[in-house]
């Protein structure tokens, strides 16, 4: 059955509040440009009602696909797209935001929410701003409108049908045809953080409007200095909550992809990057202001460039020109005219108005002197926008590349092969110059300085880092960096390194020698210093866990593993057959076979269980004492897609532990990801991940056919292994099959003693339609086949059929990541010290309103 009325319903609602939008945004226009307070009042109390109506409008769509998803509407694109039944509740909210229209969704979700906190916070600045809010509400709605005007479709719903969407011949016969089940959510999302990541990013999206937007309305209102004060906290609160977002991703792919790191350079990371590396720019040049009336015209080409890169992000990440450079961009909807279109509307409206304004807007023609804090604020800016752009100029060859093709040239611009060396290389110094600053830039913060003064605070924590960033060298592995590199190369890397070490050091000492004054007198004040040494603690961490990453698993044996792997591969890795213990480096491992998650049960051998028709659970084919699990007990498999593989390692005499690198194989996407796991510790992280295994489908090579006659409760060998013929039962269906009239089948239950505990198989021989049929029971564990070929009644004894083959394998490679802690640490400094800058801002802000100061 089809559900016609939630789709009607939705999308009803986005046209409501596609249209409230606009008539929002047009009423608090008028209240913006009415003179007569009675009047702007009047007008400002319609558009709140208008604009609360587009609010619960939005919350009604989000219901409705949050619906739909949930409750398996197959019929719907976008639910068989991304959903299926198998999917727990907490990823279906995943499968809302994969697609385009539930990303869309989510921004203008949270774009509502922070309309509604404006518009009852700062009366004075609610119409100009809830103009431009509103504005941007109505291109966003535009994008899952999905209405067809004169042949030109305006956005994508998320409402489409499928039959819509899908010419297929079994909706022609049956247009009430419904899926019995969805493509599932990409494997690569099923992961916790990809639950929280995305709400996250999107609200730092979100966030960015909020400065743009006064910043806009103050150019507008001739407000040219005042925008500053309530934008300011604001601006912060988005440089946070984008940066959590940014490093929430960050820790995702490194939790979940498998190529060693956390940041690899793609188009996509990069996309989101420079923004929040503009607006932190932005935030300086705001300070500096507030401070001494300079940089204004800075501060306002910084945030509205923030809000600018947003919406050119989200044309790279969504247009599709990023083709198959990017792992994460979204394929096109047909939506790329619409992006370029919402993109050029506000580039030429900030342009009209920054030009307009530029001979009214305020500027302090004072020279800046080298030993004040605005000369170091400024510098700072300047640095973090080249960063920005060197990483924007590369990110943009698609974009330059199709631009030639419009203009009837080519330009052929091919992004870097080696993209992480070649943004690294150069960012680094930047790097260098970051840290630079922000541990000198504070000594100027608190008070002015001469040339002596300045000298003498910087000889103390200058001596202290070079000290301790030279008993950082001796007491590591510091001169091991980049084995594979000789020469002027390497010596290179070491002179890059060891400055973004002392620099890095140096910030943090400081940044500290600042803050322990300020704790005594006014903590609040803390919030820079802690900020500050939050970056200088990131950039030590990830100078050790990116630049002295070691593989632990290199392959001493002299073995090929196989001619078609890289020599990389083969180089790099180590093969583990089952239960065959292998040295790598200081570790002993152990490959001790594939598992599945259970609830309550935790990780349990594959060979062990059996899958039934409902995919999320398996029964016990035999007694598991340490799981407290029963023979025929029924388990409830927690992602059914996942396949872990037991790798136990052991450490001198006592040290030992055990890693499940996991894989998921997704049929319906012809998908297979692999994922590492992580043993944690003080000092580093072992990253451990499969890069092959034996195809599950690829029955492989088997030895000759071994015919065994037994009796029950018998014992036999069969590739080395005891095993004992147990049992026989009765069936009286098959996979579901009834068996009929003189139809026969039997199971056997041969139990079969493993190394690491008993396996139980259960061959089954059929006589249907007087036919005999075999089916074979395989523990891929053991590498063995059990068959039954015949059954003697008279004599009550089964001949089994006995196939050996090679045990089951995997080739796996482990990465050190030294002192990746520190990196995760000066994340939560950052933050730390960006919510007390924002507490700070915030609590002048209301004092100043309170005051009646706009």
Aim: include cysteine; charged fraction near 15%.
């Amino acid at each position: 059955m089809v559900h016609y009325f939630i789709g009607n319903l939705g999308h009803f609602l986005v046209i409501t509040s596609f249209i409230t939008s606009i008539i929002a945004a047009y009423t608090y226009f008028l209240a913006t440009n009415k003179k007569d307070e009675l009047e702007k009042a009047k007008w400002n109390r319609t558009a709140k009602v208008i604009f609360y109506i587009h609010g619960l409008a939005v919350i009604g769509i989000v219901f409705s696909l949050y619906w739909i998803i949930n409750n398996n509407y197959f019929e719907y694109h976008y639910a068989q797209s991304h959903s299926s039944k198998i999917l727990p509740w907490y990823y279906q909210i995943s499968c809302f935001w994969e697609g385009q229209e539930g990303s869309f969704l989510l921004w203008i979700f949270w774009n509502v929410i922070l309309g509604v906190v404006l518009i009852n916070t700062n009366k004075f600045w609610t119409a100009p701003v809830m103009t431009v809010f509103a504005l941007v509400q109505a291109f966003l709605t535009s994008m899952i409108l999905g209405v067809v005007f004169f042949n030109f479709k305006l956005g994508s719903s998320p409402f489409i049908l499928l039959r819509d969407v899908i010419d297929a011949p079994i909706f022609k016969m049956n247009p009430e045809f419904v899926p019995k089940d969805g493509n599932g959510l990409n494997p690569l999302l099923q992961n916790y953080w990809m639950v929280i990541h995305p709400p996250t990013l999107f609200l730092g999206f979100a966030t960015t409007l909020v400065p743009f937007a006064y910043c806009i309305a103050g150019l507008f209102i001739g407000k040219f200095k005042e925008w500053i004060r309530p934008a300011l906290p604001w601006a912060q609160f988005s440089a946070l909550v984008l940066g959590v977002g940014i490093l929430m991703g960050a820790y995702w792919a490194y939790e979940t992809l498998n190529f060693g790191g956390y940041w690899n350079w793609d188009p996509v990371e990069n996309a989101v990057y420079v923004p929040w590396l503009v607006l932190v720019a932005a935030i300086h040049t705001m300070i500096a202001f507030k401070k001494s009336d300079t940089a204004l015209k800075s501060a306002i080409i910084l945030v509205i460039s923030t809000f600018v890169l947003i919406l050119y992000s989200t044309f790279l990440t969504r247009s599709g020109i990023l083709g198959d450079s990017s792992v994460h961009s979204f394929t096109d909807l047909g939506l790329s005219g619409q992006l370029l279109i919402y993109l050029l509307v506000f580039v030429a409206l900030s342009i009209w108005l920054i030009v307009s304004r530029w001979s009214k807007i305020p500027t302090n023609k004072q020279e800046v002197s080298t030993y004040s804090r605005e000369f170091w604020i400024l510098l700072g800016a300047i640095t973090l926008c080249i960063m920005a752009f060197h990483v924007i100029y590369v990110t943009s060859y698609p974009v330059y590349n199709k631009v030639a093709d419009l203009l009837g040239f080519s330009l052929n611009l091919a992004p870097p092969v080696d993209q992480v060396s070649s943004y690294s290389d150069k960012q680094i110094w930047f790097a260098i110059v970051v840290a630079v600053l922000s541990g000198t830039g504070q000594f100027f913060w608190w008070k002015k300085m001469d040339k002596k003064e300045f000298k003498n605070a910087l000889i103390g924590p200058l001596l202290i880092s070079l000290a301790i960033s030279f008993i950082i060298i001796f007491a590591t592995d510091f001169f091991t960096a980049a084995p594979d590199e000789e020469g002027f190369d390497r010596a290179f890397r070491f002179l890059r390194y060891f400055l973004l070490l002392i620099c890095s050091v140096y910030s943090i000492i400081a940044n500290t020698k600042i803050i322990i004054p300020l704790f005594k007198s006014n903590a609040m004040l803390t919030g820079g210093s802690f900020t500050h040494i939050g970056v200088g603690m990131m950039l030590v961490g990830i100078l050790f866990s990116s630049g002295y990453s070691k593989i632990v698993s290199e392959n001493y044996t002299g073995l090929v593993w196989s001619t078609e792997f890289p020599e990389e591969v083969n180089r790099n890795n180590l093969l583990l057959f089952m239960n065959d213990p292998r040295q790598m480096g200081e570790y002993s491992l152990n490959y001790r076979g594939m598992r599945k998650l259970f609830k309550d049960k935790g990780y349990v051998n594959e060979s062990l269980v059996s899958n039934t028709n409902d995919p999320l659970k398996y029964v016990a084919l035999t007694d598991i004492p340490s799981q407290k699990i029963k023979s025929g007990d029924t388990l409830y498999v927690i992602g059914p897609e996942n396949t872990y593989f037991e790798i136990e390692y052991q450490e001198g005499d006592d040290k030992n532990f055990t890693l499940y690198p996991r894989v998921q194989l997704n049929e319906t996407m012809d998908m297979i990801v692999y994922s590492p796991d992580i043993k944690r510790t003080l000092g580093s992280d072992l990253y451990t991940h499969i890069r092959t295994f034996p195809d599950p489908k690829d029955e492989g090579e088997w030895s000759e056919l071994k015919e065994i006659t037994a009796v029950m409760n018998s014992q036999f060998f069969v590739n080395d292994y005891v095993a004992v013929f147990e049992g026989v039962e009765r069936l009286e269906e098959i996979a579901g099959t009834k068996l009929e009239g003189n139809d026969v089948a039997v199971k056997a239950k041969v139990r079969v003693q493993g190394e690491t505990g008993d396996y139980i198989a259960e061959p089954i021989y059929i006589i249907k339609d007087q036919m005999a049929g075999k089916i074979p029971f395989t523990i891929k564990d053991l590498g063995i086949k059990i068959t039954i070929e015949s059954i003697n009644p008279k004599e009550n004894s089964f001949v089994f059929g006995l196939k050996t083959t090679q045990k089951e394998w995997v080739i796996l490679e482990a990465v050190e990541m030294p002192y990746i802690n520190i990196l995760w640490f000066g994340t939560f400094l950052l933050c730390i010290g960006f919510t007390i800058a924002i507490r700070r801002r915030y609590l002048e802000f209301q004092k100043m309103r309170d005051k009646g100061v706009e």
